[in-house]
């Protein structure tokens, strides 16, 4: 029986499906994906091979699959200009510190559960996967610990500027949660950039993305984890606003897709059905 959340071992599901049933070029290659699911991974790559362009399976790798290269190519934009500090909020199965060209240029501080971290590093050691001396694991009890504490305490070093990710989190939590995160990142070096991904409420979603919701939240309640929270963009730029960020820029899936990722003739098509914004900490005035 896993502690690993539902939510985190589909996201990884989706990565690795993508290289096994959608035409190449990839949009994002995960290649460890598979291997970190371990004995896990036929059961969870069968529903995508059995079913790959079913809405909500095609929805799901879709979604996973823009926020990741949408996060990755900034870092990699990021490094480039001298960033050298990488916060990952509710790591999950992230796999950017293993597998990635940039990972030796950059300080990765995975933030989780300190129960999902401890299934995860047990996954990599059974999997055989290095775990580079570049990545921190930074074990955090969001209900009852203090994430800038927890931070610094790891070595992240407030003063410079950082990139944090905080991908397919924020529709679990409540708005009081999302403020309390981000009041944290807030107060960490100007320049510093948070990426994160939103649902959209009702009335805003396409037709594939209400289906997806309706298929997909009901599943996640039934298991623990309901989707909470729900902003338009004005909504998410007047919170960001008022926790000291200035919105770099706000896209939809179709707006990635447009960016030259290329046309596909697959089933991962854009939907309306959750946003990602990039943010930038203001200097203090």
Known sequence: MTTLSNSALTAAAARAAHLIVDDFPPLFADTLASTLLGDLAEGLLGYHRAHSEHVILAGARTQVLCRSRYTEDRLADGVRTGLSQYVVLG??????????????????????????????????????????????????????????????????????????????????????????????????????????????????????????????????????????????PDEMAALLTDHGFGVVEDLCQRDMFDRGWGVRTDSLQPALLSRVVRARVHPAR
């Open 91 to 232: 790591a999950g199965l992230d796999t950017f510190a293993y597998r990635s060209d940039l990972a030796e240029r950059v300080r990765t501080f995975e933030v989780d559960h300190p129960a999902t971290q401890d299934w995860k590093r047990q996954q990599l050691t059974d999997t055989r996967i290095p775990i580079p001396a570049t990545v921190t694991y930074v074990p955090v009890d969001f209900e009852a610990d203090d994430l800038d504490e927890r931070l610094r305490t790891a070595g992240f070093d407030p003063g410079l500027p950082a990139l944090v990710s905080w991908l397919g989190v924020s529709m679990y939590l409540s708005r009081a949660a999302i403020a309390q995160t981000l009041a944290v990142v807030s107060g960490f070096a100007p320049g510093t950039e948070i990426v994160l991904d939103y649902m959209l409420p009702e009335r805003l979603r396409d037709a594939a993305g209400q289906t997806y919701a309706e298929g997909v939240a009901a599943f996640a309640a039934e298991r623990g984890e309901p989707w909470l929270s729900f902003f338009t």
